[in-house]
């Protein structure tokens, strides 16, 4: 809007002014890429090179997203000092200009740049990672990245790979994946699990584990639903009274009457007065009536 008040004032043409067409997507998309600067300078593009001018065989390069912006930038700052000089263009220039300048400040006013650079240091590492396995510099950006941002599903995934040959450090991770998966779906969370059956299952919290004793239940997988529940039952919460209940209802189904029946004991004494309780009781005589028939049949 300078540039333009200066020609027209240069000119000694105040139409310049009031029939200037200065209204345009342009302006807007020139402030979009000003902030795109702010918040994605790390990003990069992926442009095809058309060999021997053949748009069919092209050569594909990625080149930083930064220095693109930049080039329109100059093109366009370029075309407003013409502009100002010469007559007959109508493009304004000067108002993509003017956007892009808006769109980097208003980028720093709202601080688009503080999650940039974090996003940044992730994109770093995985680059590096995806390089080379075990990088040091993809283990120490991760390690940055962590330190922020404690759930960081890229770099908790990292070192899950990472510490394949530590089972302590590896079980660290897995627990803490474990839970931002779940967070996100069960479904992941349940993949995850599957993918390391049984190992580290010790270490998962005992809500969690309920949970996925119940989801193998109904998928008639008694193995892993039987020790999902026996090791949510060792762990003390409001969930163990419910882990150990369907504990003995699969110990009972899979002919171990007498581990069902003495974890039923074990529900009554310590839960006492309580729905599970009484489930247990009931759970109890049905045993205790299985048992008699077995015992009646040998005879």
Known sequence: MTLLILKANRLNSLSLLLNYHSLGASGAVSGVMGSFIVRCYFAR????????????????????????????????????????????CRIAHWAHVGGYLAGFILGYVIK?????????????????????????????????????????????????????????KQETIFVRLIQVLMRQGFKKALGLLDDFFPKHIRS?????????????????????????????????????????????????????????????????SHFPETPFSKEALRLQKQILKIQRNSGAESL
Request: aromatic content about 10%.
């Open 45 to 88: 593009l992926r442009l095809n090179i058309p060999i021997f001018m053949v748009p069919a065989i092209a050569n594909p390069v990625r080149v930083q997203a930064l220095i693109v912006v930049c080039l329109f930038f100059a093109l366009d700052l370029n075309g407003s000092v013409r502009k100002f000089i010469e007559e007959g």
């Open 112 to 168: 688009l740049h503080r999650p940039a650079a974090e996003e940044a240091v992730a994109q770093k590492a995985e680059r590096f990672s995806a390089e080379q396995e075990n990088d040091e510099r993809a283990t120490r950006l991760y390690k940055d990245v962590l330190e922020r941002h404690p759930e960081d599903e890229r770099a908790l995934w990292y070192f899950l790979r990472l510490y394949q040959y530590d089972p302590e």
């Open 204 to 268: 998962i919290p005992g809500d969690l584990l309920l949970r996925f004793g119940l989801h193998y239940i109904e998928n008639s997988d008694y193995f892993k639903a039987r020790l999902c529940f026996e090791m949510a039952s060792e762990k003390e919460g409001p969930w163990r009274a419910k882990a150990m209940l369907k504990l003995a209802e699969v110990l009972a189904f899979q002919g171990s009457e007498a581990l069902a029946g003495e974890v039923c004991s074990n529900i009554v």
